[in-house]
């Protein structure tokens, strides 16, 4: 053995030495794993639709080769179109929310605040969110959750919960919103639903409408009352009724509703459908005096069932909130 191999294979022997006393490295977190993977994710996303771009600005260049000066001015939009813009903004904070741009650094998020695309947004235990986004969608998210806007339709859930709202049906044409997740992909038809990662998989619960989930087994679709679960390749169903307690964090991070100038009758199909409830005439008196009582002030910082006591308390109306209803009924001259 010459003197080069002695002093390698010495090195190679002092180094498995070092190796052996320091020992493994430690594992990284669940959270430190779910936060690398949003975040490449996110990437990995941005840069291929800046390459589609691309290539649809130079496709679209060629075309264009004998145009006129402003029309090419017209093709390079596309490429002016992968800056980061304003695609949600926050409608209610509760707690430590915190959002990362980027650069690595995570600030505190504050109500009202703008966010752009590609900015991760994560919840402490003591955290949740709702953000409407630019398309009218409007997200909350859960404690413990860490998710990515990718643009205005589409978002990476990377862990916790996210629930969707796309507004009720026939308020306003459904906007596209697609939830990524590491089990699949979660369109709505038209619905509330959410989606949450559990340490089997996925689950995804639909309150109102339905949602169609594309996975490893196919694309799944769940209605209403409906609660399917997606671990190791399998795919359950069980059944979800709109006002389970599963659904109780929701209300804690509701968005303010406006009341003022609203009746008694918008007010309540805005708190029943919140809750999962029906609202319920006693007679058609109560419904009648719900039509025509217009309210004034505020239910800021309320949930729901709150709001409807505090609002109707006003009113010459009684309220009765039980499981599945909130009953309504004229007082007796």
Do not use: C
Not at 263 to 275: D, K, N, P, Q
């Amino acid at each position: 053995m010459n003197e080069r191999s002695r002093l390698d294979t010495a090195d190679d022997a002092n180094l498995a030495a070092l190796l052996r006393k320091v020992g493994p490295r430690p594992a990284a977190t669940a959270e430190a794993t779910a936060e690398v993977r949003t975040a490449v994710e996110a990437e990995w996303r941005t840069t291929v639709a800046a390459r589609q771009r691309r290539r649809r600005f130079t496709g679209w260049a060629m075309a264009a080769g004998v145009a006129v000066a402003a029309v090419g001015v017209w093709l390079v939009r596309p490429l002016v179109q992968t800056e980061p813009h304003v695609v949600a903004s926050l409608a209610r904070v509760v707690g430590n929310v915190e959002q990362n741009r980027g650069d690595g650094r995570w600030t505190p998020l504050a109500a009202a605040a703008s966010v752009e695309s590609g900015t991760r947004l994560r919840t402490a235990a003591d955290g949740r969110a709702a953000l409407r986004l630019a398309n009218g969608v409007e997200l909350r998210l859960d404690a413990r959750t860490l998710v990515a806007l990718d643009d205005s339709d589409r978002a990476t859930l990377g862990k916790g919960a996210v629930y969707v709202d796309s507004g009720a049906p026939g308020s306003a044409p459904d906007a596209d919103f697609v939830l990524e997740t590491p089990a699949g992909d979660v369109r709505h038809l038209g619905t509330q639903y959410e989606a949450r990662i559990t340490d089997d998989g996925l689950q995804v619960g639909v309150r109102e409408g339905r949602v169609e989930v594309s996975s490893a087994s196919g694309n799944i679709v769940a209605d209403a009352g409906e609660r399917v679960s997606f671990a190791g390749g399998q795919v359950a169903r069980a059944t979800l009724a709109p006002t389970d307690a599963d659904w109780n964090w929701v209300a804690g991070v509701t968005p303010p509703f406006s009341i003022e100038g609203r009746s008694v009758e918008a007010f309540l199909v805005w708190a029943a459908r919140e809750t999962g409830r029906t609202v319920v005439y006693t007679s058609g008196e109560a419904a009648q005096q719900s039509r025509s009582v217009t309210l004034r002030g505020t239910v800021e910082g309320l949930t729901p069932d709150e709001a409807v006591q505090a609002v109707l308390s006003t009113t010459s109306l009684q309220t009765e909130i039980g499981p599945e209803h909130i009953r309504v009924k004229a007082d007796s001259p």
